[in-house]
């Protein structure tokens, strides 16, 4: 569909070492583009270690100086960025009243801090050339209440919420900011939640005890599925997309 259209277009995602991360980094590669594999995860990248069209760099989303120095390295050695995916994030599942301080602080470091840093060392950039796309892998528990994992969900909620606001101030400079909100999807965070060797057929169905409803599509996503979603916003015919939410659970919040 997209053949070769992201040639000569620097790609910038986080969270490369695994799952969604790096099925996204694979996508745009296969795409053409130049892509930064960034991930705190050093032998995570090394496995993917001669992949055509990318290049990796170590870095913590976490640590604004680090996150400046990568971009800066980026630009250096592939150009400025056109693309940024923020795809990084950790899951620290437990019961909202008993969050530890160390596991809410955890959370949102990566899933808000990070992308803000990320969003905001790109952005400049992206203004003065006046293109420039930034996706926020989110989640469909920032829209849904989840048990067990308010501080992922609330932390989704507000990366997604920043990405949007953030899409409404680039707008009039031509940088388009949207958000891709996952459902269960078989990578090593979703099968955290997995209590047996039953867990997506599991998952599939619901639960009624935690109020969580199934997946109508019946189908636990690929990290496939998700890259796919991603690199129809980034590209052209995704050009009049900005401040969306894109669900991809196979139905299962009923986009609530």
């Not at 991360?21 to 050093?42: K, R, W, Y």
């Not at 496995?47 to 760099?57: F, I, L, T």
């Not at 969050?99 to 990070?114: E, H, K, L, P, R």
């Not at 920032?142 to 308010?150: I, K, L, N, W």
Request: aromatic share 4%.
């Amino acid at each position: 569909m997209y053949g070769d259209s992201f040639r000569g277009r620097v790609a910038l995602v986080t969270g490369a070492a695994g799952g969604i991360g790096a099925a996204v980094a694979a996508a745009l590669a296969e795409h053409g583009a130049a892509v930064a594999s960034v991930d705190i995860d050093a032998d995570g990248l090394s496995r993917d270690a001669g992949r055509p069209n990318c290049r990796h760099y170590v870095c913590d989303v976490s640590d604004a100086a680090q996150v400046a120095d990568t971009v800066r390295r980026v630009e250096q050695d592939l150009g400025p960025v056109d693309i940024c995916v923020n795809a990084a994030g950790v899951l620290r599942p437990g019961p909202a009243a008993w969050i530890s301080d160390a596991d809410w602080a955890a959370t949102f470091a990566v899933n808000v801090t990070g992308v803000m840093q990320v969003s905001r060392a790109v952005a400049g950039q992206m203004t003065r050339r006046r293109r420039g796309v930034i996706i926020t892998v989110s989640s469909n528990a920032g829209g849904v209440p989840r048990a067990g994992m308010a501080a992922y969900a609330a932390s989704k909620a507000a990366s997604t919420m920043f990405t949007k606001c953030l899409g409404l101030e680039l707008a009039r400079h031509g940088v388009r900011c949207n958000v891709v909100a996952p459902g269960s999807t078989d990578t090593a965070m979703g099968r955290q939640l997995w209590t047996d060797d039953r867990g997506a057929d599991a998952v599939i169905a619901g639960d009624p005890d935690a109020f969580r409803v199934g997946i109508p599509l019946g189908r636990i996503a690929d990290p496939a599925d998700i890259a796919d979603a991603v690199v129809f916003l980034a590209s052209d015919a995704a050009r009049q997309i900005t401040m969306h939410d894109l669900y991809v659970d196979g139905g299962a919040s009923l986009r609530a």
